[in-house]
């Protein structure tokens, strides 16, 4: 049977959640969006993909955040927009992005608060990938050949920043258990065996959703 659902994957870093969300994808037979959301976000509104990149899943200013959206809500949109801090604008793109890709069909987003701009998406699934901070500083380390040292102070700084974004942008807390339909620790499974525990968690939902 056809993938119905559209699938986001928070993660902390170094747990492997891009990875885990690619392999799904595949297994699925449906698109991964992870880097690709900047691409179409920033094709579709013209702002310069490297202020994406920059501002890809950082904190940003909550006074300002909150002044440029009161206007917003009171259907200001094009003063509000004119003025708007460039996060801000980046935010709003990636958060149309996510809801125009969602809208063509099934596929897995990574990060970038997509669990919460699909909120009201019956068909989506939140999931959260997170392990222990001794298994992904092997994980990192590996990977780009860091000291232990450098990959725990990289992992502490994203985990940071990517708690902060969700925090701000969302009503809800970043890795809370409370936040997500479904937390795996990766370490625990491995790779392969997060994403076959997913493709079942899909399948299993999908039939429940079917029988309503």
């Known amino acids: 049977m056809a993938c119905k659902s ?32 900047l691409d179409r976000a920033a094709k579709e509104s013209g702002i310069c993909q490297e202020l994406f990149e920059n501002h ?8 300002l955040y909150s002044l440029v959206m009161d206007t917003y809500s009171m259907g200001y949109a094009s003063a509000a927009l004119s003025g708007m801090p460039i996060n801000h604008k980046v935010f709003l793109a990636q958060f149309n992005a996510i809801k125009k890709i969602a809208d063509e069909g099934p596929c897995v987003m990574v990060g970038r608060c997509a ?12 999931v959260f990938i997170y392990s222990t ?6 994980r990192i380390a590996g990977k780009y050949n860091f000291t232990d040292a ?12 990517r708690a902060s974004y969700y925090n701000y942008y969302t009503n809800k807390r970043w890795g809370d258990i ?26 299993k939902r999908e039939a429940l ?4």
């Open 6 to 37: 559209v699938i986001t994957i928070g993660r902390q870093y170094g747990s492997g959640g891009r990875e885990i969300g690619q392999k799904l994808a595949a297994l699925l037979g449906i698109k991964c969006y992870d880097n690709e959301l």
């Open 56 to 63: 890809d899943e950082k904190p940003t200013n909550s006074f």
């Open 115 to 126: 669990d919460y701009a699909l909120d009201d998406y019956p068909n989506r699934i939140s």
């Open 133 to 138: 901070m001794e298994k992904r500083i092997r």
């Open 150 to 161: 450098k990959a725990k102070d990289v992992i502490t700084k994203t985990d940071k920043q």
């Open 178 to 203: 409370g936040s997500y339909e479904l937390c795996i620790d990766s370490g625990m499974l491995g790779i392969d065996g997060t994403v076959e525990l997913l493709h079942q968690f899909v399948e």
């Open 209 to 212: 959703m079917e029988k309503k």
